[in-house]
Every structure is written in structure tokens, then in C-alpha cells.
């Protein structure tokens, strides 16, 4: 875990450069995007890395590596959906939408366990 404390507005800056870094727009939707970011801090806190909020980890960063945020299954969900799994990161054509609308979509994680 880490010894130093992430606070809310380290989290938000994390969000921003992710989105940016990656041709993503992160969700317009501020109520939205803060809820994620506070489960993003949390877990952060908690587990010295940011866990999606959205998925169950095992708070082993190691068995937890595919689904650091942003998790290695965004880049082909905004490609084929618009957004991640979460909807904290949205491709530019979906985050023009209006109304906008993050939907759940398949879960692509464990796929191969089937």
C-alpha cells in the first residue's frame, strides 16, 4: 500500500490526462464522473493503485493488472461501445451524444475462463 494519501483532485487530474493521453474525452456528466473518481481514490487509498471501482479486484496488483484504470479492455470497449466498462472514458463521437447515455456493456474480463 502506498504510504502517501491520494486525495480527490489527484485522482480528477489522473482522469484528465488518461482521457487526454489516449484520444478519450472522460465523461461529461460531473455527478457521474465524481462518483467514479471517489471510488478510484478510494481504491487508491486502499490497495496503493487505482482498481476500478466497477469491477471486483483481488486487492493483489498483480492479479489486478488487467483492470488498473484505465483497465486493458477500454481501448477495444470505446472502439466497439463508445466507452469503457465503467463509462468514465468515452470516445469524442459518443461524448457528443445528446442525450448521453452510458449503458452497461459485456464484461470483457474473464472471457477466456468460459
Given at each position: 500500500?502506498?504510504?502517501r494519501s491520494i486525495n480527490i483532485e489527484q485522482t480528477r487530474r489522473f482522469i484528465q490526462n488518461a482521457a487526454e493521453r489516449n484520444g478519450w474525452?472522460?465523461?461529461p456528466d460531473t455527478?457521474?464522473?465524481e462518483t467514479i473518481a471517489e471510488g478510484l481514490t478510494t481504491n487508491a487509498n486502499?490497495?496503493?493503485y487505482y482498481l476500478c471501482p466497477c469491477r471486483d479486484g483481488d486487492g493483489d496488483r498483480q492479479a489486478d493488472r488487467?483492470?488498473?484504470c484505465p483497465c486493458v479492455y477500454a481501448r477495444k470497449d470505446i472502439e466497439e461501445y463508445g466507452q469503457c466498462f465503467c463509462g468514465l472514458f468515452l470516445s469524442p463521437e459518443k461524448a457528443k451524444q445528446e442525450p448521453l447515455e452510458v449503458h452497461q456493456i459485456p464484461e470483457r474480463r474473464h472471457q477466456l475462463d468460459d
Open positions: 500500500m502506498s504510504e474525452v472522460a465523461n455527478e457521474f464522473r486502499r490497495y496503493g488487467d483492470i488498473v
